[in-house]
């Protein structure tokens, strides 16, 4: 207690005080007070994402939604933000939500394959056959050796798969 009195704005010591709390003291509630205050005056991405996690795991999913949305308000131009966001909202099958984060993070990267195949994934969750292959050819233009992005376009298209034409071996 005196070391996180002593430094309310070590993230080190704040986990450690976490831990304590939820841990030793079986305190959970104050446990996440902990690290929601040390937030409110820090800015401590780890610590955000930590406690974006516990409440996804208590299965309170709009308070974890809101954590991922703060780090975007905070920086409106890490782009990875937004593609974490679209992830959290894919995981929960929310595909909509995903399929507007990810169209945003490629507002700000058009030229990244792994977002393009990101977004194929999420057309294709959603039912949208040719706006999926349209988004994994993307992807492959701009990473060629993308072979997951290769195998989709050609799963969606019902083309056999190139290791289908070699012999198969122990």
């Not at 996690?53 to 991922?68: A, L, R, T, V």
């Not at 072979?147 to 799963?155: D, E, I, L």
């Amino acid at each position: 207690d005196r070391m996180y009195k002593a430094y309310p704005d070590s993230p080190e010591i704040i986990n450690l005080a976490y831990i304590i709390e939820k841990d030793v003291r079986t305190n959970p509630k104050g446990a996440n007070a902990i690290l929601n205050k040390f937030i409110e005056n820090n800015y401590n991405d780890k610590t955000i994402i930590e406690l974006a996690n516990i409440y996804f795991n208590n299965g309170d999913k709009e308070s974890g939604i809101q954590k991922y949305k703060d780090r975007i308000k905070t920086f409106p131009y890490a782009v990875g933000y937004y593609d974490d966001l679209a992830g959290q909202y894919f995981g929960m099958a929310d595909y909509k939500n995903a399929l507007t984060y990810r169209l945003k993070t490629l507002e700000f990267v058009p030229y990244i394959g792994g977002y393009w195949e990101e977004l194929g994934q999420t057309y294709e969750a959603l039912n949208q056959k040719k706006e999926a292959v349209e988004s994994y050819q993307k992807a492959i233009y701009y990473q060629p050796t993308l072979f997951s992005a290769h195998k989709a376009v050609r799963r969606l298209e019902n083309k056999p798969d190139l290791f289908d034409n070699f012999p198969k071996t122990n």
